[in-house]
């Protein structure tokens, strides 16, 4: 006998993340999911932002890490509120890994959480979360190909960092060709270009992230 | 297979391979597990004493690799009333809909263009499915 089912294989994942979304919601705490390759400058961006706003936002990161705590370390050296999960070998964070950190967090008194997922372009972009924000960081060293080779993560994400480009003298980026391959399997994502190194690009991302809280 | 993985590190330059490969891995590995729950959920449902076949559709910006998934099945699947169902992989290819002469085709790997007037003026509205159609059950 056929029988139709007609159900997506993570609808599971999806109805977790319907759960996070509503605490988060409930809770008024703006929650980001940071998404890169390994190296991109997640942790950078992230060292970056608290610096700039930790004196008027208050601010809890979620770091997701295969196996090592090195990033969570450098995170609460900057006085905030650090939550390290080990995702047991796992190539990203599911909703129920968000779900269960989520219980260890002080929700209260966070206005805003940031994950930095695991350094992966394929595996973190099929797993909503229930967050308010996708933040994907592409990187110079990584080529303008980028968003033709992993679609799908660009397809998720709200804003598109464009990072390290104070290498661009010494690397070919043919931002023209990226940002062609961002617009067509996203033409709504904010496309910035940042550079963690030398501050260069810095104020238009925290403007932007900060009008997007106050959405 | 041995290929993919190949390409795949070249791509992400990671360290070594096998860090590469556990990376990949994982990601299909719950994929499966999520495949074979509901295909078990949905048999129930329905009485059924065995699973059969198993219709999948997967869009080919999923990035899901279909070995992969037919290999974790059959270890996952195992003293289960679906250790014997084959699964089925409906691939759809990443599909654009052009704004300029309003065809909708698939498009070339690599070469986001509309494949009839060439215009880039395009957007991707197909390839992310990811979902069971139908099974076969007795
Ligand atoms: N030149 C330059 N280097 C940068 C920039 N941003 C980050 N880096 C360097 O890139 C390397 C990786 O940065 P991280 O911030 O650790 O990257 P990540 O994405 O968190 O890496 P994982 O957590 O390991 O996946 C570090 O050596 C940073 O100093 C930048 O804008 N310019
Ligand atoms: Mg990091
Ligand atoms: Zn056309």
């Given at each position: 006998?056929?029988?139709?089912?007609?159900?997506d294989?993570?609808s599971?994942?999806d109805?977790?993340?319907?759960?996070?979304?509503?605490l988060?919601?409930?809770?008024?705490?703006f929650?980001l999911?940071?998404?890169?390759?390994?190296?991109?400058?997640?942790?950078?961006?992230?060292?970056?932002?608290?610096?700039?706003?930790?004196?008027?936002?208050?601010?809890?990161?979620i770091?997701?890490?295969?196996?090592?705590?090195?990033?969570a370390?450098?995170?609460?050296k900057?006085g905030?509120?650090?939550?390290q999960?080990?995702?047991?070998?796992?190539?990203h964070?599911?909703a129920?890994?968000?779900?269960?950190?989520?219980?260890s967090?002080?929700?209260?008194?966070?206005?805003?959480?940031?994950?930095?997922n695991?350094?992966?372009?394929?595996?973190?972009a099929?797993f909503t979360?229930?967050v308010?924000?996708?933040?994907?960081?592409?990187?110079?060293?990584?080529?303008?190909?980028?968003?033709?080779?992993y679609p799908?993560?660009?397809?998720v994400?709200?804003?598109?960092?464009?990072n390290?480009?104070?290498?661009?003298?010494?690397?070919?980026?043919?931002?023209r060709?990226?940002?062609?391959?961002?617009?067509?399997v996203?033409p709504?994502?904010?496309?910035m270009?940042?550079s963690?190194k030398?501050?260069?690009?810095?104020?238009?991302?925290?403007?932007?992230?900060?009008?997007e809280?106050?959405? | 297979?041995?290929?993919?993985y190949?390409?795949?590190?070249?791509?992400?330059?990671l360290?070594?391979?096998?860090?590469?490969i556990?990376i990949?891995?994982?990601?299909?590995l719950?994929?499966?597990q999520n495949?074979?729950?509901?295909a078990?959920?949905?048999?129930?449902?329905?009485?059924a004493?065995?699973?059969i076949k198993?219709?999948?559709?997967?869009?080919?910006?999923?990035g899901?690799?279909?070995?992969?998934?037919q290999f974790?099945?059959?270890?996952?699947?195992?003293?289960?009333i679906?250790?014997d169902?084959?699964?089925?992989?409906?691939?759809?290819?990443?599909?654009?809909h052009?704004?300029?002469?309003?065809?909708?085709?698939p498009?070339e790997?690599?070469?986001?263009?509309?494949?009839?007037?060439?215009?880039?003026?395009?957007e991707?509205?197909?390839?992310?499915?990811?979902?069971?159609?139908?099974?076969?059950?007795?």
């Amino acid at each position: 006998m056929e029988i139709k089912v007609l159900q997506d294989i993570l609808s599971a994942n999806d109805r977790i993340a319907e759960r996070n979304r509503h605490l988060l919601d409930e809770k008024g705490v703006f929650a980001l999911n940071l998404m890169a390759s390994p190296g991109a400058g997640k942790t950078s961006l992230l060292l970056e932002t608290i610096k700039r706003l930790k004196n008027r936002v208050s601010i809890a990161v979620i770091e997701a890490d295969i196996a090592s705590s090195l990033d969570a370390d450098k995170i609460s050296k900057e006085g905030v509120t650090t939550l390290q999960i080990n995702t047991g070998g796992a190539c990203h964070v599911d909703a129920n890994m968000l779900n269960n950190a989520l219980e260890s967090i002080s929700l209260e008194d966070t206005d805003l959480l940031i994950l930095e997922n695991v350094g992966n372009l394929v595996c973190p972009a099929e797993f909503t979360l229930g967050v308010d924000r996708n933040v994907m960081i592409s990187s110079i060293p990584e080529g303008d190909d980028k968003p033709y080779k992993y679609p799908l993560m660009f397809s998720v994400a709200n804003a598109v960092l464009v990072n390290k480009i104070d290498l661009l003298p010494y690397l070919e980026f043919d931002f023209r060709n990226f940002s062609r391959g961002v617009g067509v399997v996203n033409p709504k994502a904010a496309l910035m270009q940042i550079s963690c190194k030398t501050g260069d690009g810095m104020n238009e991302w925290i403007s932007w992230l900060l009008a997007e809280m106050k959405k | 297979m041995s290929d993919f993985y190949g390409e795949l590190s070249g791509e992400l330059n990671l360290g070594s391979d096998s860090y590469t490969i556990q990376i990949k891995v994982m990601h299909e590995l719950a994929i499966t597990q999520n495949v074979l729950d509901i295909a078990l959920e949905q048999a129930e449902k329905h009485n059924a004493g065995k699973v059969i076949k198993i219709n999948l559709v997967v869009g080919e910006m999923s990035g899901v690799v279909d070995e992969c998934v037919q290999f974790y099945f059959g270890f996952l699947s195992k003293d289960t009333i679906a250790s014997d169902a084959t699964l089925s992989f409906k691939r759809i290819p990443i599909t654009a809909h052009c704004y300029d002469c309003d065809a909708t085709s698939p498009l070339e790997e690599f070469n986001w263009v509309c494949p009839h007037c060439h215009s880039s003026n395009i957007e991707v509205v197909g390839g992310r499915e990811l979902y069971i159609d139908s099974m076969e059950i007795e």
